[in-house]
């Protein structure tokens, strides 16, 4: 079994950086097709970047040019670097398999927290 730790959320002000981590352990574990995904309140969760199999990346429209996901093999590691942050961005942000690779995807961890306000 995969275990999914998500983390590097804080308060943040408008126009900062954060940059997010997510550790995997348990079974044999592939960083090929990972993805993040983010959930604000009252809203459904979201993917806001994954790698596909062929190693290139996606990124929702309201990301892109500001977040940036990358994986360290090594240490079994996926992160997201978020630039230029907006209160939109504030959610709950999540790492798992990318859904448009994968259609079952590991256990959710319990996410970090993005908040961003002035």
């Known amino acids: 079994q995969v275990q999914l730790v998500e983390s590097g959320g804080g308060l943040v002000q408008p126009g900062g950086s954060l940059r997010l981590s997510c550790a995997a352990s348990?079974?044999?574990?592939?960083?090929?097709?990972m993805g993040w995904y983010r959930q604000a309140p009252g809203k459904e969760r979201e993917m806001v970047a994954g790698f596909t199999h062929a190693g290139s990346t996606n990124y929702a429209d309201s990301v892109k040019g500001r977040f940036t996901i990358s994986r360290d093999g090594a240490k079994n590691t996926v992160y997201l670097q978020m630039n230029s942050l907006k209160p939109e961005d504030t959610a709950v942000y999540y790492c798992?398999?990318?859904?448009?690779?994968?259609?079952?995807?590991?256990?959710w961890g319990q996410g970090t927290q993005v908040t961003v306000s002035s």
């Open positions: 798992n398999r990318n859904k448009l690779v994968y259609s079952d995807l590991f256990p």
């Open positions: 348990g079974s044999i574990f592939r960083l090929n097709s």
